[in-house]
């Protein structure tokens, strides 16, 4: 079945940096194109990007274009966020998905951007 793991959340002050990893099993990875959403506190899930099957196009909302950065490498079946300049709106639960909307998700990785 469809598993998606997601690591490398944490506390980062603001204008702080992280990066995402989300390994992927069970389905085609090279295949799909792959997705984070976030769900930040009392706030329902919100797309922030996407990527296509080898990487070539990708997209991102108003919210983080120009701090976020998607990737992916298919060899080892693996999903990357890299968040720079963070700022206390981007504290939120993380996640990778294999839709836009975030029905097929793993189990989500907390960023708390906090000084």
């Known amino acids: 079945q469809v598993q998606l793991v997601e690591s490398g959340g944490g506390l980062v002050q603001p204008g702080g940096s992280l990066k995402l990893s989300c390994a992927a099993s069970?389905?085609?990875?090279?295949?799909?194109?792959m997705f984070w959403v976030r769900q930040a506190p009392g706030k329902g899930l919100e797309w922030i990007s996407s990527?296509?099957?080898?990487?070539?196009?990708?997209y991102y909302a108003d919210s983080v274009k120009g701090r976020f950065g998607i990737s992916r490498d298919n060899a080892n079946n693996t999903l990357y966020l890299q968040m720079n300049n963070l700022k206390s709106d981007d504290t939120a639960v993380y996640y990778c998905?294999?839709?836009?909307?975030?029905?097929?998700r793993g189990q989500g990785t907390q960023v708390t951007v906090s000084s």
């Open positions: 069970g389905f085609t990875f090279s295949s799909s194109w």
């Open positions: 998905a294999k839709d836009s909307r975030g029905a097929v």
């Open positions: 990527i296509s099957f080898f990487g070539g196009t990708t």
